[in-house]
């Protein structure tokens, strides 16, 4: 242990003397945590080394870290000093005097005394720094709201408390739309809403627009339909296209109808077509099915590769979602492949259906060999054969009857058992001309 009692010694070495108060400060911090005795003679020789100093302004920086050190030592008195630093930051010159309290505000933030901090970037007159103190409280205050209801009602007055003082633009701008996620996540729609209609900025407008919107992508719950509705008056103010996103946050919302509506507007909406259609596939079946059932045919093209992979899983849960698709003027490629769907379900009944609606000879060529391959899967040899001499297409028609044909034999085969099939191997072979 002597190596502290040398590091304590050593102290007294440093030649600035604000410097030697910081690092006691630190050493004293140390040693109170780890219940070390010692501690409270650091901390005195750091009260010496204040005493040292003549500079009133490096004299009231000392006694600030003193106060920080001694608060996370765990000293109740540490509070003291912040209010010493206070009263005496009155003789200094104006802007010694705002860089005093702001470093106060700072030391405070990292000791999470919201108040005191507030009760001190207050007291700064310029505005410029005042108003950013005052916006690094309110990100600290935001980072805590949650808990408990009865704690989250706390904070969001502190947070009143804060947005109160901001008044200066483009600061309380800035501190609306630093406040409105933060208040969604905890359900007050109603102060958001009242909060945005203060921002007179478009560029705040806008980016209060993108922070709900941002919001609303993730979440659902009360309140949400009153919020979007209030998003689409507030694109109107910023006259912004973000046609897109709102489309997109009505659909995962359930108003499918607003969402097409806004879809029918975009002249490119391949993008959120997409965006939409993979986000209700995977959270919501049922709206899934709506949006398809709703959409016009001539926006459907956007959709057609979406539309044929999920065709191609030959999930048997989707027969509703495949049956909505074929009851709409879609084209022939999303056809066949509806005609490969429910085949793949052994639902020939609609799958001879859907067939009859084909426009080309080629979709019907390629469907007819799908049906063909059915066919030898349930073992209706000569129908698979006659179904593929019906194809037009003469040399995919002989492509496919030599393929099913081939596969009969293989297929034969596979059924002889393995004793006879070695027997055959091992006799001897013949060929009459």
């Not at 009260?47 to 302004?57: G, M």
């Not at 109160?164 to 933060?182: G, N, Q």
């Not at 969604?184 to 809403?193: A, C, F, H, T």
């Not at 975009?266 to 995977?282: C, D, M, Q, Y």
């Amino acid at each position: 242990m002597m190596v502290i009692e040398e590091a304590i010694e050593s102290v007294s070495s440093i030649p600035d003397p604000y410097m030697r108060i910081v690092t006691y400060g630190r050493i004293g911090v140390f040693l109170a945590r780890a219940n070390d005795p010692r501690y409270e003679k650091v901390f005195k020789l750091a009260f010496e080394e204040l005493s040292k100093i003549e500079d009133p302004y490096l004299l009231l920086r000392g006694l600030l870290v003193i106060g920080y050190s001694t608060s996370l030592a765990g000293f109740k008195s540490s509070k003291k000093a912040f209010r010493e630093v206070m009263i005496n930051s009155e003789m200094l010159p104006p802007e010694l005097r705002d860089a005093i309290r702001a470093e106060a505000v700072e030391y405070l933030l990292l000791l999470r005394e919201l108040e005191e901090a507030l009760f001190y970037a207050l007291e700064i007159k310029n505005k410029k720094i005042k108003n950013e103190k005052l916006l690094k409280i309110l990100e600290k205050a935001l980072d805590e709201l949650g808990g408990e209801k009865i704690n989250v009602i706390y904070k969001k007055r502190k947070i009143e408390l804060i947005l109160e003082a901001i008044t200066d633009e483009p600061y309380r701008s800035e501190a609306i739309v630093k406040a409105i996620r933060p208040l969604l996540s905890v359900g007050d729609y109603r102060r958001v809403i009242e909060l945005v209609q203060e921002i007179k900025s478009k560029p705040w407008l806008r980016q209060a627009l993108t922070e709900i919107l941002m919001y609303l992508k993730q979440e659902k719950g009360e309140g949400v339909e009153d919020l979007i509705g209030f998003s689409k008056e507030l694109s109107k103010r910023v006259r912004e296209d973000i046609r897109e996103d709102i489309a997109y946050i009505f659909a995962i919302h359930g108003f499918i109808d607003h969402s097409i509506d806004i879809i029918k507007e975009i002249s490119n909406p391949e993008f959120v077509l997409k965006e939409i259609f993979e986000a209700l596939f995977i959270r919501d079946k049922g709206k899934f099915k709506e949006f398809l059932a709703k959409l016009p045919e001539h926006l459907l093209k956007y959709l057609k590769k979406d539309i044929l992979k999920i065709l191609n899983e030959g999930d048997e849960g989707l027969k509703e979602i495949v049956d909505i698709l074929t009851q709409k003027e879609v084209s022939d490629d999303i056809l066949v492949g509806a005609v490969k769907y429910y085949l793949s379900i052994s639902d020939l009944q609609n799958a001879m259906k859907v067939m009859s609606n084909l426009r080309t000879e080629k979709a019907r060529s390629i469907a007819l060999g799908f049906l063909a391959h059915y066919l030898i899967k349930v073992g209706n040899i000569g129908d698979a054969v006659d179904v593929v001499l019906s194809i037009k297409d003469r040399g995919l028609a002989s492509r496919l009857a030599s393929e099913i044909l081939v596969k009969v034999v293989e297929g034969s085969l596979r059924e002889v058992p393995e004793s006879i099939q070695e027997e055959r191997r091992t006799g001897e072979r013949t060929i009459s001309l």
